[in-house]
């Protein structure tokens, strides 16, 4: 039964991470039409310090309230408090964002234009860090439906509400931070309502939860930690590179349009995929944190072994596919050649970038959180400072070099540290020779094929 269930549910979330990554991309081309490159690269900038607040507000909580549900210690109580305190830490970082939202256009992003979206974003983290909360309890009961209900209604609500306002505003990029909002508050109220919905249903206990606090400190703050100074010095790198590019001569448009494609269109593509391995991250969690509770170490190395094999293979595969395709995909969606040639450039490391996101989950359910903290600060601090000597000097190929080693650098920790705590042997055999072969004959089959086509069209 409990097989059943994991199967269902990551049917649920793979469908809907798919489906949603999907929308998410075609949504990217429709906005770049609207804005341009140069516009794009301006609303990446916007978004990188808005996801600064979100990570300030929501690290951690959710991840707390999935281990204590899974460890059958949450009452309603707990999980009351632990979204009050969500929604306390988001009204702070609200205001911050708000009522700073000029100096960092000026000072940190570099344009005054960007201060408006920055205060209509605002009131999203307050959404965002609730929702945020009580999804981890869905979670933990292995409940799927409600966050997979809850992600569609924000994405179709941000993309009619935009489409609508685009129609009726000037300033386009307003325009797709309200829509933006909308989104994030339709999927509150949603989230809200479902929470109070279940926790009568399942009877979740009324009474006083102890050591609140105490669970929070242990589990959120390194996370919160490992999270926020990786997304500050994030930040720094997202800001850093247009600057970069432009002091490597790309001009002020040239810079932030170069910026645009990598992030805006280059990546959303490359993470496509992994949407088939969200399900995966997402539901190991529980799993790992219930094994643990109950010591059964022969479960949690099955789980491990299980996700690096499939993670790799897939992953490989997906590599051959865009090594093929790129250009094509990169024509089709965004109309651009520039696409398609940075992504097949990129596609290399996908193995590594997806295995890492795999790795850092289940650490996470193993309580191994401390150690991806030292990790992620570490390697964001490299890829800050490699960016500011080398973008200048050599521009987008050295911000593509930064980002292979910054993986290879990160995913080697990572993998080393759980192979470690789990006891579990590489099979280089199953892993990594048995994937890099049907890849490779993938590849050619893939390539036969494409010179078929061209040939008989």
């Known amino acids: 039964m409990k097989k059943r269930v994991f199967y269902v549910n990551a049917i649920i979330l793979t ?9 998410n991309i ?3 081309s429709f906005i770049c039409s609207k804005i341009g490159a140069s516009g794009m690269g301006l609303y990446q900038l916007i978004l990188s310090v808005f996801i600064l607040g979100i990570t300030l507000c929501c690290s951690g909580i ?6 204590l549900v899974s460890e059958k210690r949450a009452t309603r109580d707990t999980i009351r408090r632990c979204a009050l305190f969500a929604a306390c830490l988001s009204l702070a970082a609200a205001s911050l964002l708000f009522f700073s939202s000029d100096f960092v256009a000026v000072n940190f992003i570099g344009n005054p234009s960007a201060a408006v979206p920055l205060k209509l974003l605002s009131p999203s983290l307050i959404f965002i860090a609730v929702s945020s909360c009580l999804k981890g309890y869905f979670i933990a009961i292995r409940n799927t439906v409600v966050g997979v209900t809850s992600d569609i209604i924000e994405q179709f609500v941000t993309i009619g509400s935009s489409i609508f306002l685009l129609n009726r505003m000037k300033n386009s990029l307003n325009a797709l931070i309200i829509g933006s909002t909308i989104g994030d508050f339709a999927s509150f109220v949603y989230i809200v309502l479902m929470y109070l919905i279940f926790v009568n249903i399942r009877k979740l206990s009324k009474e006083k939860g102890g050591g609140v606090i105490k669970s929070i400190l242990h589990i959120a703050v390194p996370i919160f930690s490992s999270s926020f100074f990786r997304s500050l010095l994030s930040s720094v790198e997202n800001v ?12 002020d448009d040239g810079a932030l349009a170069q910026y645009g494609v990598m992030q805006g269109m280059v990546m959303p593509i490359l993470f496509f995929p992994s949407s088939f391995l969200t399900a995966l991250s997402v539901l190991l969690i529980p799993e790992m944190a219930q094994a ?45 050649h520039d696409v398609g040639n940075i992504l097949k ?17 289940i650490l996470k359910g193993l309580d191994q959180q401390l150690y991806s903290l030292k990790y992620n600060f570490s390697d964001s601090i490299m890829r800050v400072v490699l960016i500011a000597v080398f973008v200048p000097k050599y521009g987008i190929k050295a911000f593509i070099a930064i980002i292979f080693m910054s993986e290879i650098y990160n995913a080697s920790l990572s ?27 993938l590849y050619y089959v893939l390539l036969l094929f494409q010179k078929l086509y061209c040939f008989i069209v």
Not at 16 to 21: G, K, P
């Open 15 to 23: 469908s809907s991470a798919v489906i949603l990554r999907l929308v």
């Open 26 to 28: 075609w949504f990217c």
């Open 62 to 67: 959710s991840l707390t309230v999935t281990r």
């Open 240 to 251: 850093l590179i247009p600057r970069g590019l432009k002091q490597y001569g790309a001009g």
């Open 292 to 336: 643990k509770a109950e010591n059964n170490q022969s479960s949690i190395q099955r789980y491990v072994e299980k996700a690096f094999r499939y993670t790799l293979i897939f992953s490989f595969l997906i590599t051959s596919v865009l090594i093929v395709f790129a250009d094509n995909i990169g024509v089709a969606i965004y109309k651009s």
């Open 345 to 361: 450039i990129m596609a290399p490391i996908i193995p590594l970038m997806y295995l890492d996101h795999v790795v850092d989950s």
């Open 415 to 441: 993998i080393n540290r759980l192979l470690k705590v789990t006891k579990l042997k590489v099979d280089i055999v199953g892993w990594i020779i048995a994937p890099s072969v049907c890849a490779a004959l």
